[in-house]
T-cell receptor, first 114, second 114 residues
Framework: DQQVKQNSPSLSVQEGRISILNCDYT??????FLWYKKYPAEGPTFLIS?????DKNEDGRFTVFLNKSAKHLSLHIVPSQPGDSAVYFC?????????????FGQGTILTVHP | KAGVTQTPRYLIKTRGQQVTLSCSPI?????VSWYQQTPGQGLQFLFE???????NKGNFPGRFSGRQFSNSRSEMNVSTLELGDSALYLC?????????????FGQGTRLTVV
């Protein structure tokens, strides 16, 4: 049962344009969401998070949007840079019962072309 | 501030052997979680420790075990290794107190079982 889904295995974007990565979830208990960037054979790097009491959070070039009614979140990267090319994972926590258990999506490979 | 440190980075073991992996969390963090990443299954939660107590456990067989020491360092042990245990093992560190907080990952240990 895939509780967090990233339906796009890959995304290709031109440098300078916007990258939009999407994530859907099914578990209504999830109330905190995180995005990570990952290179092969390395650990994920934390990018940005959002609590379910918000619908938007920004940090520099990264903005995460949360639509609770649709159980959908998205990560916007503006402007995209070649160094952003990596695998992006969304992850979710279920409040006080998670105890460190992040549930991850399958990841989206982002390629930013110069 | 030092990040999450995992040792060793690479390991090759033979089927039937056992292995111990180590994780030193970020200073001040009391929660350590372990994950297994494989191409087919993605990032899967193994277990989480907080103040030397296991608070949460994923769906892995009993061959996978862990512990946490008083200084918050954690070890993960896999006994009777199988070929399918070949994976990238990641640990994540977080404050772990009340509420949701970001988790920061180490570089991982690449385990190859032959």
């Amino acid at each position: 049962d895939q509780q967090v889904k990233q339906n796009s295995p890959s995304l290709s974007v031109q440098e300078g344009r916007i990258s939009i990565l999407n994530c859907d979830y099914t578990n209504s208990m999830f109330d905190y969401f995180l995005w990570y960037k990952k290179y092969p054979a390395e650990g994920p790097t934390f990018l940005i998070s959002i609590s379910s009491i918000k619908d938007k959070n920004e940090d520099g070039r990264f903005t995460v949007f949360l639509n609770k009614s649709a159980k959908h979140l998205s990560l916007h990267i503006v402007p995209s840079q070649p160094g952003d090319s990596a695998v992006y994972f969304c992850a979710a926590l279920a409040g006080g019962t998670s105890y460190g258990k992040l549930t991850f999506g399958q990841g989206t490979i982002l390629t930013v072309h110069p | 501030k030092a990040g999450v440190t995992q040792t060793p980075r690479y390991l090759i073991k033979t089927r039937g052997q056992q292995v111990t992996l180590s994780c030193s969390p970020i200073s001040g963090h009391r929660s350590v979680s372990w994950y297994q990443q494989t191409p087919g299954q993605g990032l899967q939660f193994l277990f989480e420790y907080f103040s030397e107590t296991q608070r949460n456990k994923g769906n892995f067989p009993g061959r996978f075990s862990g512990r946490q020491f008083s200084n918050s360092r954690s070890e993960m042990n896999v006994s009777t290794l199988e070929l399918g245990d070949s994976a990238l093992y990641l640990c994540a560190s977080s404050a772990g107190g009340q509420g949701n907080t970001e988790a920061f990952f180490g570089q991982g240990t690449r385990l190859t079982v032959v």
